[in-house]
């Protein structure tokens, strides 16, 4: 049980995570949620089978597991766990407005960067030498990174740290850039018109999601120019639209001014409104791409299942067949 006395420690460590990991609590259980009401029956059957039983196949109920294993007031182990801390986002270049996978997350080597870890936990969840709890794990890594690499800041500029060294000023309150697109917005969204909840919210982005943008669902399942195509995972592809966001609206202000460290910003309706509109976007591409790449996966082993069926089907043929062979040896 929680102490009440921990209580503002904990709010104060939870802040600081947040400021430096990804979407907040509200953005990783919305992409969760979205994604969730687009599971094809089997792939939320596999979801519910390999998420921890308390999890009752909800995607969201495991969406910050990630960020939570980071930190010693939410799991005990978390030393054990440092070495995921770099898999949530990756670095770009200053002012490039590109990703490079080869230089900006070392491809050649480690890959540590939230690149890498798409395409390495998409293929750990499609391979079946791997045992219930590497699946797990694989399962709630996927559903946290691919929230996390449509947050624009999670491919930011290296110098600013992804907008967390940029402070500023959001109606009256302090925060850095980083967290403003992690939670801040978001949460002002959600108070001031969703009474506060959630998932008001949730239903709202359901309807933009199948109406306003229902004839794009297809445009942004496309992964088809990179070698990322197997399991629909085309996490360089989104990073570089992570990196055109960040120069386009993110780190430029209403005015077409840079928004940087020595600027600092004070934002103003018009940053907040337009803005928006990109992360329910971010929100909800970031749920149909999460969808789309479980019910790949879930598909691509059911085939797999499904061929060795036939070889069974064939083993159990050869009797039938060594029969026909002889018989048609003997009456020649
Ligand atoms: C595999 O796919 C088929 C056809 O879509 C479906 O009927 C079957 O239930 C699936 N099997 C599993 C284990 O999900
Ligand atoms: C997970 O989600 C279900 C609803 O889908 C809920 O009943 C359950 O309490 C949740 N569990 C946790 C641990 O959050
Ligand atoms: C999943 O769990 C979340 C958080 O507990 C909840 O808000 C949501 O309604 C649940 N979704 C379903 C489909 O039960
Ligand atoms: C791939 O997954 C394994 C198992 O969790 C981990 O040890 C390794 O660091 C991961 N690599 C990347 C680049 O994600
Ligand atoms: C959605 O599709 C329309 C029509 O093709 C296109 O004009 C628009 O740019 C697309 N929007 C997004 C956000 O992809
Ligand atoms: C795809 O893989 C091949 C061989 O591994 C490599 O030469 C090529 O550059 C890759 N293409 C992309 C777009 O990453
Ligand atoms: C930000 O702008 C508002 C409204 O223009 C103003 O009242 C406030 O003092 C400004 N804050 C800072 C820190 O400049
Ligand atoms: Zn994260």
């Not at 949460?187 to 199948?210: A, E, V």
Request: hydrophobic share 40%; charged share 20%; aromatic share 12%.
């Amino acid at each position: 049980m929680l102490k009440l006395s921990k209580l503002p420690h904990l709010v104060a460590l939870f802040a600081i995570f947040v400021s430096v990991k990804a979407w907040g609590r509200d953005g990783h259980a919305l992409v969760a949620d979205l994604a969730q009401t687009l599971l094809t029956f089997e792939a939320a059957t596999f979801v519910k089978l390999h998420l921890p039983l308390e999890a009752n196949g909800n995607m969201s109920n495991v969406s910050v597991w990630a960020d939570n294993i980071l930190y010693a007031n939410t799991e005990p182990n978390y030393l054990n766990w440092r070495w995921s801390a770099p898999l949530h986002y990756v670095n770009t270049k200053d002012f490039s407005c590109v990703y490079d996978r080869q230089t900006d997350c070392d491809w050649a080597s480690t890959r540590g960067c939230v690149d890498g870890a798409i395409q390495n936990y998409t293929t750990r969840l499609g391979d079946k030498q791997l045992d219930e709890t590497q699946l797990e794990e694989a399962l709630k890594f996927i559903i946290h990174f691919i929230a996390d690499v449509h947050q624009p800041l999670h491919g930011g500029f290296a110098s600013d740290l992804g907008g967390n060294s940029i402070r500023g000023d959001f109606f009256g309150q302090t925060v850095n850039l980083h967290s403003l697109w992690d939670t801040t917005m978001i949460q002002r969204k959600i108070n001031t018109k969703f009474q506060s909840q959630r998932s008001l919210y949730l239903n709202y982005l359901i309807d933009q999601m199948n109406g306003r943008f229902g004839s794009n669902i297809s445009d942004w399942s496309q992964c088809s120019s990179t070698n990322d195509t197997r399991y629909l995972a085309c996490s360089s592809i989104w990073i570089q639209e992570d990196a055109e966001l960040c120069c386009k609206i993110v780190y430029l202000d209403e005015n077409g001014d840079w928004i940087t460290a020595a600027t600092g910003f004070n934002i103003t309706e018009e940053y907040y409104n337009t803005r928006m509109e990109s992360v329910e976007l971010r929100l909800i591409q970031g749920g149909v791409r999460l969808a789309n790449v479980i019910n790949r996966i879930v598909h691509l082993i059911n085939q797999t299942d499904g061929t060795n069926d036939t070889q069974t089907l064939s083993a159990a043929s050869l009797p039938l067949i060594a029969f026909i062979l002889i018989c048609f040896v003997f009456f020649n």
